[in-house]
């Protein structure tokens, strides 16, 4: 008796419309160049799969319409499964550095400007800065940056003497910068590498005779990390005119007045 052994499991069905070929994989009337039909109604079966020379599966479709790249079960319409970052490319000549995608009203994506990111910064109990202090102390203010971003830094404080202040008749001058450090700095600033404004310290002035004033400016970061980034904020380097006290709390979270604050520039 002689066995018979098939050499497929499917038949292709090849059926030619004028000039055109047409090839249909389980339907004998193919409505385009290559048309697969399943045979089974379960959604989860696999109608179509491309696999690598090792069996792993490159490309699935099932028949519910589910696409997979790098998966055999997709559970959406289209999933992208891999192990590397960047395994999706979008290029339609709208794509451009730091841009994100965003869809319309009728869910056309295209990339677009990523939108203002605000952050605020936070702050400790405050700090005492001696009205003869040359260096620059760590205020247990920071602000910590995303990772790729660039960002005009709002600084806008408190200077006082304190609640039980005397009225003195000197004048106080108080510099402040962002460092990549809360180490002490003895006289010259340790100002950060990612200032790129021009300008590094932000000043403020205590009058003669007034018991508060504010100190107030901006800086520009620049976080080119791929993490994200904590900025420490240094106070001190005092010019003083006549008699002065140290001032009090400066920088400290319990102050009504006082804020600082990034805006993104990106």
Known sequence: MKKFTPLFSFIFMVTTSGSAQRV??????????????????????????????????????LNNGNMGV?????????EVNSNAA?????TDGTQGEGKVFT????????????????????????VTISRTETGYVYTGATITLPPKSKYLVNIS????????????SGSL?????FSDSP???????????????????????LPPNSPFNMLTGF???????????????????????????????????GWWEGNIAGFSLQ
């Open 183 to 205: 180490a002490y700095a003895p006289s010259t600033p340790t100002q950060s590498a990612d200032n790129v404004g021009g300008k590094f310290a932000v000043s403020g002035l």
């Open 173 to 177: 001058w108080l510099r402040t910068y």
């Open 24 to 61: 249909g994989v389980n339907t004998r009337t193919p409505l385009s160049t290559l048309e697969v039909k399943s045979e089974t109604s379960n959604p989860s079966d696999r109608n179509l799969q491309l696999k690598n020379n090792v069996g792993t599966s490159l490309v699935t479709v």
């Open 86 to 90: 960047g395994a999706v490319k979008i």
């Open 103 to 126: 869809s319309n009203a009728t869910g056309v994506g295209t990339w677009q400007n990523a939108g203002a990111h605000n952050i605020v910064g936070s702050f400790g109990t405050g």
């Open 157 to 168: 404080l408190l200077m006082t003497y304190g609640n039980n202040y005397t009225v003195t």
């Open 219 to 253: 800086i520009i970061l620049q976080n080119s990390n791929p993490a994200p980034k904590t900025y420490y904020l240094m106070a001190g380097g005092i010019t003083s005119n006549g008699p002065v006290l140290d001032l009090a709390n400066f920088a400290a979270a």
């Open 70 to 78: 790098g998966t055999a079960t997709p559970s959406t319409p289209l």
